[in-house]
DNA sequence: TCTGGGGTCCTAGGACCC
DNA sequence: TCTGGGGTCCTAGGACCC
């Protein structure tokens, strides 16, 4: 039996908290560059505002709408995420953290009312942080997916489902012919891993909620799409083929990458914005304690400056040892860059990308016929901690152009809010 | 006329997630 | 003018082995 606790319109609602003048109003929360919608209070959703619609296409086609926009602000979404996650952990003996605003409870050793103790956590949220949330239960990840699905949708439509599933919604109380019932006015695509191509071939293949899904024989859907959707089916149906995992499992590559604030046609441009995404990326392989084995740098033009010439490279660089220095790191990024750089072209975008990941603990022992790298480890940790102590970018290398002035590729957000919960600064002031 | 059987590793691409 | 970022898993096909 698993629990999924979900912050409803995570961002915008993060916003509203420091902003309650925000709530009733359609607001949104922008991507990097201030390019699209990735949040959507109600109010916006209810004026069709669609996921990854772009800011500057709603405010030509809504002018008088009333939108708000706003540029992401994740510190700020980070930290309030850490806060809700933390006491959604008291819902049950075990937390999988599934994203930034989800986390999978694990409830199959907890007795009682599941419900009550979902609500009095659900309030507890909600008055210790202002985030609302949706929680569902049931009895495979799958389940508690859609049940999460069916808890926010009562809450916001009334009329949806029954009144009683709102908030907290769990599907493995239901009687049989109630939850038929729920399965039968559930679209298909609502579906944890049912995704718009699956989704519209299952649709040709005439099904549409997610009770034609839940009847579908396991084994026929292996045989005619796949594994992955027949462990999605045997989940709808109540058999646990998802594992539930306490720990974050080390991640298998990490990247960084941006879009630009404008188009970028210098080397001299790339190289520090390519040693600024590898400075990143090697900060987040120290934190999980990793090693890269290859480096991979990519540039590309916009798809969608439709006048401009394209072009679109990656290079892959094998690394002589693993490594997590950040000098080693951005030289074989530069490297790269230099490598697949053409002039003449609009550059969009860039990207770096730590591959081959292994165990730092874990080092491949060799015959000495050369001295091997110096050993920067305590260098790293130093830069590390002052970049923590006083802020990211506090410290860094000299590629990432900081000292030269002007970086002309940074992004733009110039409708972000202030970090309220962690810079002092940015504190709000409550006056009386 | 007629060309085996069984296996591993790697990569690219597709699909999905938030 | 203006269109995000960061991941995972699975499969097919090629290269290679004996």
């Keep these: 039996m698993y629990a999924l606790v979900d912050g409803n319109n995570f961002y915008v609602s993060c916003e509203r908290v420091f902003r309650p003048s925000l709530q009733g109003r359609p607001v949104i929360v922008l991507s990097n560059n201030d390019g699209c919608a990735i949040a959507r209070s109600n109010e916006a959703k209810a004026l069709g505002i669609a996921m990854g619609a772009p800011w500057f296409q709603i405010r030509q086609t809504l002018p008088d709408a009333g939108v708000v ?15 809700m996650m933390a006491i959604a952990a008291g819902l049950g003996p075990g937390q999988e953290i599934y994203s930034i605003d989800e986390s999978f409870i694990d409830m199959s050793t907890m007795r009682g009312d599941l419900v009550a103790r979902s609500h009095r956590v659900r309030e507890r949220i909600l008055q210790w942080t202002g985030i609302p949330t949706g929680i569902g239960i049931g009895a495979t990840k799958t389940l508690a997916k859609l049940a999460n699905h069916v808890a926010k949708t009562a809450d916001r439509t009334p009329g949806s489902y029954p009144v009683d599933l709102a908030r907290v919604c769990n599907l493995s109380a239901l009687p049989a012919s109630d939850l038929e019932a729920v399965f039968a006015a559930t679209a298909l695509g609502e579906v944890w891993g049912i995704g718009r191509r699956i989704g519209a071939q299952l649709q040709e293949a005439g099904l549409k909620s997610v009770l034609d899904v839940v009847r579908l024989d396991p084994a026929m859907v292996r045989g005619r799409w796949s594994v992955v959707l027949e462990r999605t089916v045997r989940e709808l149906q109540g058999q646990q083929c998802v594992g539930f995992e306490d720990e974050a499992p080390a991640k298998k590559e990490i990247a960084s990458t941006r879009s630009f604030g404008q188009p970028v046609t210098q080397l001299a441009d790339l190289i520090e914005a390519v040693s600024q995404f590898a400075s990143r990326a090697a900060e987040k392989l120290r934190r999980q304690e990793s090693r890269a084995g290859q480096v991979l740098c990519f540039i590309r033009t916009s798809p969608f400056r439709r006048d401009d010439k394209q ?17 080693a790191l951005v030289q074989a990024a530069v490297h790269g860059a230099k490598a697949i750089f053409k002039p003449g072209f609009n550059y969009a975008k860039a990207g770096v990308m730590l591959l081959d990941l292994q165990d730092a603990s874990v080092e491949q022992q060799e015959l000495a016929l050369d001295e091997g ?12 901690r002052l970049n923590e102590r006083y802020g990211r970018g506090s410290i860094a290398l000299a590629s990432t152009g900081r000292s030269n002035g002007q970086r002309v590729w940074t992004m733009k957000q110039s409708l972000k809010t202030p970090e309220y919960t962690t810079r002092w600064a940015d504190v709000p002031r409550v006056l009386a």
């Design 373 to 384: 790298p110096p050993d920067r480890s305590a260098l790293m940790e130093t830069m590390d």
């Design 311 to 327: 072009y679109s490279r990656s290079v892959t660089i094998p690394l002589r040892r693993p490594t997590a220095d950040t000098a």
């Design 69 to 83: 926009a706003l540029s992401a602000n994740f510190t700020l979404y980070g930290d309030m995420s850490n806060r």
